[in-house]
């Protein structure tokens, strides 16, 4: 196929489970542009699902020989490419009704469930701690996209490739210079550094890639102005966009049932929200401190869950006698986010200052937290802090301590002049999607 207008976007997951894919493909059918994302399948077979006019094409990851010879050596898709087949099936699956978001609470009968999983996990991690183990696993998964996504991106010639993170950019760059296409990367991270677990190594071999195909790039999209800045000076490159991860403003919903109704609290309880993914180096435990402090306070974390952390916050609960006080809920429809969370009283953003990746972030939920109305306290970190700041939306403090955490909390349930209905319309219109895209359409303009 060859289309002229074809934008196709490339991300090493299922797609449209990723909300930053899944908002940047929409807007581009939305403005007249073709738009398909090429995905991972997780069935053992390729699909085809349309959503709002984008198509995501997800493919059966592929290994073997080849995949592995790829992983090593990259460079040899040129003279393997002629002898990949690509399989032309994608059977079309209808649009998923189903909810993908549950709205309930999770239960402790769930931990002692995944225990054996849990087990297998330490296992794991533990082998992982090995060098040459995890550069060879990494080599066999870099490989595995070239030889399952550049068939695909050989057949169907885009007038822009668009790559979603540094595991699919090799890929991107290798397909481009075989069709001379426009490219488009969004990090989505800063990749240097980042909030990972590798052997120092391995993560340096993996994220130099990133400065060796960068310079093929026509244009690095970025979440925030401390990253192009970094960005720009450790790649003395030029070519930088921000494009900030808010909400999309014109799919926001009011939700049936809220937090409270969820977690069964009255309006006068004081309510600490947490949004997004309970992950290590997040700061959860320092808030779970800084409660024994707060006697009033219940605290509700609202995301994914990773089973080996939400088991340590029960242990450390139920050790400091708030059990009662903790709330874990599923992930919620990002489209009913803002309203299902808008009665809690504060939403804390607790990010620990371990990489230069935390420390120049913009998460998106500080721009959930200002749809939903709700004064933050944030992490006293780069851009978090800047924009805090500069919108008076919120305090910062020292998250490594426990006292700056309750004083801070404190301060914000003293203070009722954060926010006013019309200040909040007006910053849910400056920090929209729809209105951080049109960069990126003006970019695609340039490019034809």
Request: charged content about 25%.
């Amino acid at each position: 196929m060859n289309n002229n207008k074809l934008i196709i976007m490339v991300v090493n997951n299922y797609g449209s489970n990723d909300i930053r894919v899944s908002k940047s493909a929409e807007l581009t059918v939305k403005y007249g542009y073709s738009c398909y994302v090429l995905c991972l399948s997780n069935s053992n077979k390729n699909e085809l699902e349309i959503i709002n006019g984008v198509h995501y094409y997800r493919l059966k990851k592929k290994y073997g020989v080849r995949s592995l010879l790829l992983g090593y050596f990259p460079e040899l898709i040129k003279p393997l490419g002629k002898y990949l087949n690509l399989d032309l099936n994608f059977p079309l699956i209808s649009e998923n009704k189903k909810n993908l978001f549950n709205l309930n609470a999770v239960k402790s009968s769930e931990i002692n469930h995944k225990e054996k999983f849990l087990f297998l996990e330490k296992i794991l991690r533990f082998i992982l701690k090995n060098e040459f183990i995890h550069s060879f696993l990494i080599n066999v998964r870099q490989g595995s996209y070239l030889r399952t996504f550049y068939p695909f991106l050989k057949k169907n010639k885009a007038a822009i490739l668009y790559a979603h993170e540094l595991p699919v950019l090799e890929t991107v760059i290798f397909a481009s210079k075989y069709h001379k296409t426009r490219v488009i990367y969004d990090s989505h991270e800063l990749e240097v550094d980042r909030n990972q677990s590798w052997p120092k190594k391995s993560f340096e071999k993996y994220s130099s890639k990133e400065k060796k195909y960068i310079k093929f790039v026509d244009k690095v999209i970025v979440v925030s102005n401390g990253i192009s800045l970094f960005m720009k000076n450790f790649y003395n490159i030029d070519n930088i966009m921000v494009v900030k991860n808010t909400p999309m403003l014109l799919q926001q919903k009011s939700c049936k049932k809220n937090l409270r109704d969820e977690i069964n609290l009255k309006e006068s309880t004081p309510l600490i929200v947490y949004i997004g993914s309970l992950t290590f180096n997040r700061g959860i435990e320092n808030i779970l401190k800084a409660l024994t402090k707060l006697e009033s306070y219940h605290f509700a974390c609202v995301g994914p869950v990773n089973y080996t952390l939400l088991k340590k916050i029960k242990i450390i609960s139920k050790s400091l006698k708030i059990e009662n006080r903790v709330h874990l809920i599923r992930p919620v429809n990002p489209n009913i986010l803002a309203s299902y969370v808008s009665n809690a009283n504060i939403s804390i953003i607790p990010i620990q200052n371990t990489c230069k990746s935390h420390f120049y972030c913009l998460p998106n939920k500080i721009f959930e937290s200002i749809y939903a109305g709700l004064p933050i306290l944030g992490a006293n970190l780069n851009d978090i802090k800047e924009i805090i700041n500069n919108e008076n939306i919120g305090e910062v403090c020292d998250m490594s301590d426990i006292e700056s955490i309750v004083n801070g909390i404190k301060l914000i349930g003293r203070n009722k002049n954060y926010y006013n209905k019309n200040k909040i319309e007006k910053l849910r219109k400056k920090y929209s999607f729809e209105k951080e895209f049109q960069n990126v359409i003006k970019l695609y303009k340039s490019f034809f």
